[in-house]
């Protein structure tokens, strides 16, 4: 019993309801600490779950686990995102009512992989059939379609997601999922054409330019180095470590044979995608302030990859059409316009074919069943969390007032859903007060008076309107207001942490800074009228559907992008209003992505700026505990002796009767029609503790009592342990048989989880030899399994590992660290390489280059170079010279030391005219260089791992020396005696159990 209760302190509650001090923000995070510190990554707050990412697997996710959520009372099972999924499908079944989950938190909190742990789950234990199949496998397949198009990796998440999200799941009477529509909410389009430094353009981009076969790219007129992009370069972070491109690029083809692409859609939409790269890539020049393209080859593939005329589109890429009495004029565009007018053309072509595609996946999970038309639905909502930044622009302000909207539906529908079920109980509903945030809604969305509408009266009058004269607009008409200021109406202090050109909203989640520059820009989201005309002539299918030609002649100006935003908001809102809500609140821990790592700054501002502390005032503010009388009396029944074993009377009567045994006080609970409220949350917790003590008392009493009730049996039982060594005989036989049953039992629950795990039960004596056998096979199987989910790509790099093992592995001090990091192709890009060396090679296929430093043979002087791993030979390269080739056939061996530094000696034969003698060099990848040089001259058993010092050849039958000796740091000197002196840096030997891990090796 102590160390049941002990474990129940040390995870902390699974329910933040049933903290005794739940007013408290530091009990609160000191329980999120509590249960992040066990890996349970999931908590309560009443029928709301709190998501903590946990940066790396669990084995929280099978079949098994699916099986233990399904079908199970709500609280009966620990809190999991199976569980909220579950009691939505369920509540959907039997009360007939549509439902919505809600995923909300900020980038990196592990919304989309909440969504996706839903459909999956969806997927594997609804009812399925042929048909529901097809259905199941395109909304699981939409998920890689709409990342690769719709995320982005941000200095926060390597896979955020940069639009809103809301997927509806249709069911049939059945149950079964036969259908799905997807709504997007402002995508955001300036990715396109700017980055910020450390982050990336969509994965799409990248994918595309690393997947994408040789024809293909040859096709769109692309190169293989996003480098060459001027939209893929602005961030500088062209490879991500945490992204595979290449395989992901494979899952997204994949995804669209299953969604319902056809071979001619794929090559029109990637198209479109080459053409955005060709638009960053033009380039303007020109006079007298006029601008001109520069570039014709850029126009070129732009006019055949989008399918218009390539005159026509450069005129509307340098001019603007303006309709002035009825007579049509080009005016010529100076360079910062027609940079803007290409910029705006690229993100439009951008922001309306991510629209096409959304609708393009809703036409393959259409419903198109007309026998039976009646559906119901539950709705998914992966939506951005609240956004502050240093820079907080246009996107943010869009992004924060969703989150406010969010919030007063959060509110309004946990009170209300509170007031009903004390009204369907019968016991009085007492007002809870709570912070309305209508007053921040109405400051960014009321008619006329407004944010929203400042900003569109700003947009659409004549006369200079600019973002300067909007912010002066806002002072004048919402200057007032408690949740607005500026840096001219703020006090002295405020104003020394806001710019002249900010406005600060005091949101219920805290105080952010907007910047009005760009607003005005943004929120026209204009596209000159000429630009449209070409679009709309296209000959792509695709785009004919994005620009329609009706926009042409429709007089009326379109919607601002924040009005557009205000009105799918309010939409939204219906939709959900309509639902029964269930919320997922994800958090995540830390801002470096770290598993383990628990930053409480970082998180105690989340737990603000999603309300938690709010939500659980609320629940706590009547009863912080209702159960149903039934689960009620089950789980505590044997508390009281007149409920034990069983109640044969109404259950309120023996809920009343348990209850007042345990001494319940009138005032702390209430019974209502069909459920037991209780006040305090000590209170439960006593009781709980109670049951447990109970709990350890009656499995003693259950044992005792079979022990004395079944006498026969423990005495086969004791006679068979006594002759337990003997030949199989009656007298032992039940014993034996227990003894096996309970090993092969164990073994199933006890199972090695992957290849590496070593763990294995002692079998008794009579099943050693099946109990090998049965190791074997399992070990064949998870070996099996695994080698069947290798790429080509990870069983090259895992043989190179393999190699690098068997030269290094315990025999050079840095080794270690190399075995995390993975081995690239090459190290030097194709521009980092000379053309003239490139054309000296003439058709060698280059295997691996590398950067390294060449110590001269006389004085030890460093020489920056390139070395160039060829079929045949090592190639020595200094600019645009070959300075020397190296034959792998006349390679006579390879010498490294055995400490930390990264220095080498290629031997080559005294007696080789060609050669000057033997080759120092330096890398700083050596374990992968001579990993690399070992694979393609065949030279695994020739590289000599030395302690001490190195002899090389100098030239003309002299001898250099090469001392090495550890050190704190890496120095590399000619000596007094002429030696040439290496000190080594210190290394790393623990990180060698990252090996392990990272790089299990396998043979089948």
């Known amino acids: 019993m102590e160390s049941a209760l002990t474990a129940r302190d040390r995870v902390g509650v699974q329910d933040f309801v049933l903290l005794e001090n739940y007013t408290s923000e530091a009990a609160f995070i000191e329980n999120l600490r509590k249960r992040f510190k066990e890996n349970l990554i999931y908590t309560y707050i009443g029928s709301v779950l709190v998501s ?76 399925a059939s042929e048909q529901v199949q097809t259905v199941k496998d395109r909304l699981l397949q939409s998920n890689p379609v709409l990342e690769a198009f719709g995320n982005a990796k941000t200095l926060r998440n390597d896979n955020s997601s940069r639009f809103g999200k809301y997927m509806d799941i249709q069911f049939d009477f059945k149950g079964a999922p036969v259908g799905g529509h997807i709504i997007n909410y402002l995508l955001e389009k300036s990715r396109v054409v700017h980055q910020n430094h450390g982050e990336r353009n969509f994965h799409i981009f990248y994918q595309l330019i690393e997947g994408g076969e040789e024809d293909l790219l040859r096709r769109l007129g692309l190169e293989r180095n996003p480098q060459q992009y001027q939209y893929l370069v602005k961030g500088n972070c062209p490879k991500v470590s945490s992204i595979n491109d290449r395989s992901d690029w494979k899952v997204v083809r994949k995804a669209l044979t299953v969604i319902g692409f056809n071979e001619d859609e794929v090559e029109e939409l990637l ?86 595609l959304v609708n393009k996946i809703n036409a393959s999970l259409a419903y198109t ?18 956004e502050v930044f240093q820079h907080n622009s246009f996107e943010q302000f869009c992004i924060n ?7 007063q539906l959060f509110i309004e529908l946990t009170l209300k859903s509170e007031q009903e079920e004390y009204e369907a109980e019968g016991i009085t509903w007492e007002p809870v007060q709570y912070f309305n945030n209508k007053i921040i809604c109405d400051l960014v969305e009321e008619k ?40 001219k109406l703020a006090d002295g202090k405020t104003r020394k942490v806001m710019g002249r050109d900010e406005f600060r909203l005091l949101h219920y989640a805290g105080e952010v800074n907007y910047n009005v520059n760009g607003f005005l820009d943004k929120n026209n989201d204009l596209l000159f009228r000429n630009l449209k005309e070409v679009m709309c002539m296209s000959e792509n299918k695709i785009l004919t559907q994005c620009f329609d030609r009706e926009e042409l002649s429709d007089k009326k100006r379109p919607d601002t992008a924040a009005t557009q935003f205000k009105a799918s908001l309010a939409k939204l809102m219906e939709i959900l209003m309509s639902k029964e809500p269930s919320y997922v609140r994800c958090i995540k821990p830390n801002d470096s992505k770290q598993a383990g790592r628990f930053d409480e700054v970082l998180i105690r501002h989340q737990v603000k700026y999603l309300g938690l502390m709010e939500n659980l005032r609320v629940r706590r503010a009547g009863f912080a505990y209702r159960r149903r009388y039934e689960v009620f009396l089950q789980r505590y029944k044997s508390l009281c002796p007149d409920t034990w074993p069983n109640w044969q009377g109404k259950l309120a009567d023996g809920v009343a009767t ?62 068979g342990f006594i002759y337990r060594h003997k030949e199989r005989c009656p007298e032992n036989e039940y014993f034996l048989d227990y003894v096996r049953y309970s090993f092969l039992m164990k073994l199933h629950r006890n199972l090695p989880k992957n290849v590496l795990d070593k763990s294995w039960p002692t079998p008794p004596a009579a099943l050693t030899e099946a109990s090998e056998h049965l190791r074997k096979l399992c070990m064949q199987n998870m070996v099996w399994s695994y080698c069947k989910k290798i790429s080509p790509e990870w069983k090259h790099q895992m043989e190179q590992k393999m190699i690098a093992s068997e030269i290094f592995k315990d025999k050079k001090d840095n080794y270690p660290q190399s075995v995390p990091k993975l081995f690239v192709s090459t190290r030097l890009n194709g521009e980092d390489i000379n053309p003239k060396v490139l054309q000296a090679l003439g058709t060698e296929k280059m295997k691996y280059a590398v950067p390294v430093t060449k110590y001269d043979r006389k004085g030890y002087k460093a020489r920056p170079r390139q070395l160039l791993l060829t079929s045949s030979s090592a190639v020595i390269v200094e600019e645009a010279k070959l300075k020397q080739r190296i034959d792998y056939a006349a390679l006579k061996g390879i010498s490294v030391s055995s400490l930390s530094d990264g220095l080498f000696v290629l031997h080559v034969p005294s007696d080789d005219n ?55 740091e890496l120095l590399v000197a000619k000596a007094k005696n002429g030696h040439l002196s290496v000190v080594s840096g210190l290394s790393h030997p623990q990180l060698h159990s990252v090996s392990l891990q990272r790089f299990p090796i396998v043979s089948k």
């Open 401 to 407: 007032y969703c989150n406010e909207k969010l919030q």
């Open 369 to 386: 069943d007309d026998s039976y038309k009646h559906y119901s639905v539950i709705g998914l909502l992966d939506i951005y969390g609240f």
């Open 52 to 127: 903590v990412n946990p940066y790396k697997e669990l084995e929280i996710y099978t079949k098994n686990h699916m099986e233990r959520y399904r079908g199970v009372n709500f609280y009966e099972v620990s809190p999991h995102i199976y569980a909220v999924a579950d009691n939505s499908y369920r509540s959907m079944r039997t009360e007939r009512k549509d439902q919505c989950i809600l995923i909300s938190g900020e980038s990196g909190a592990g919304k989309t992989e909440a969504s996706k742990k839903i459909l999956q789950y969806y997927a594997v234990t609804c009812p």
């Open 658 to 719: 348990l209850v007042k045994h345990l001494g319940y006080k009138p005032e702390e609970y209430k019974l209502g029609r069909s459920k037991i409220f209780i006040h305090m949350a000590w209170l439960i917790t006593n009781t709980i503790t109670a049951a447990v003590t109970c709990c350890v008392d009656c499995d003693s009493l259950k044992f005792l009592f079979k022990l004395f009730l079944l006498p026969c049996l423990t005495f086969r039982f004791i006679k």
């Open 914 to 968: 060609k050669q000057k003698g033997d080759v120092v060099l330096q890398s700083d990848h050596v374990i992968e260089t001579l990993t690399k040089i070992a694979i393609c001259a065949d030279k695994i058993n020739s590289i000599n791992i030395n302690q001490g010092s190195i002899k090389f050849t100098v030239g003309q039958g002299k001898e250099g020396i090469i001392d090495f000796t550890p050190g704190s």
């Open 448 to 487: 006329f008076k407004g944010i929203i509408s400042i900003l569109d009266e700003e947009c659409l009058r004549p006369g200079d309107a600019s973002d300067t004269t909007f912010l002066e607009k806002l002072e004048d008409t919402v200057g007032g207001h408690p949740h607005f200021v500026t840096h």
């Open 271 to 356: 198209n479109i995608i080459a053409s955005v790269l060709h638009l960053g890539n033009v380039q303007y020049g020109g006079e007298e302030g006029n601008a001109c393209i520069t570039s014709d080859t850029q126009i070129k593939y732009l006019a055949r990859l989008l399918g218009v005329n390539g005159t026509v589109l450069t005129e509307a890429l340098t001019h603007k059409k303006i309709i002035a009495k009825g007579e049509e004029l080009m005016s010529p565009l100076n360079l910062e316009q027609a940079s803007s007018a290409r910029d705006a053309l690229s993100k439009a072509v951008y922001g309306r074919t991510f629209t096409w």
